[in-house]
């Protein structure tokens, strides 16, 4: 009912940035919340931010915070994650998910129904 896909991935060194995106389709009115999530091979999916229907609320993990920013644009029913500042343990596959909730405190992946496919963000050093 909610279709989410990401784009924006790909290599980039150390110190540089990167802009991902993520547009939903589908029955997109009963997004509340939206979030970024990272997983790594053998890791378990990771939080990196999140944001609420009007963007007045962002939560970010700790080791994204002051480097990472979370947008929205809900007239185009896209999500962004502007990464600046990109460290080799950022490298992952980054997912875009959305919420029925309008909690982005929980940094937590149950309250998420819908996921995309994933973005891969390799940073090299």
């Known amino acids: 009912q909610v279709q989410l896909v990401e784009s924006g991935g790909g290599v980039v060194q150390a110190g540089g940035s990167l802009r991902l995106s993520c547009v939903a389709s589908g029955r997109t009115s009963s997004i509340l919340a939206l979030g970024w999530f990272r997983q790594t091979p053998g890791k378990e999916r990771e939080f990196v931010a999140a944001?609420?229907?009007?963007?007045?609320?962002?939560n970010y993990a700790d080791s994204v915070k002051g480097r990472f920013t979370i947008s929205r644009d809900n007239a185009k029913n896209t999500l962004y994650l502007q990464m600046n500042s990109l460290k080799s343990e950022d490298t992952a596959l980054y997912y875009c998910?959305?919420?029925?909730?309008?909690?982005?405190?929980?940094?937590?992946?149950?309250?998420?129904?819908?996921w995309g496919q994933g973005t891969q963000v390799t940073v090299s050093s």
């Open positions: 998910a959305a919420s029925p909730l309008n909690r982005v405190g929980r940094k937590s992946a149950d309250d998420f129904d819908s």
């Open positions: 944001i609420s229907r009007g963007g007045t609320t962002t």
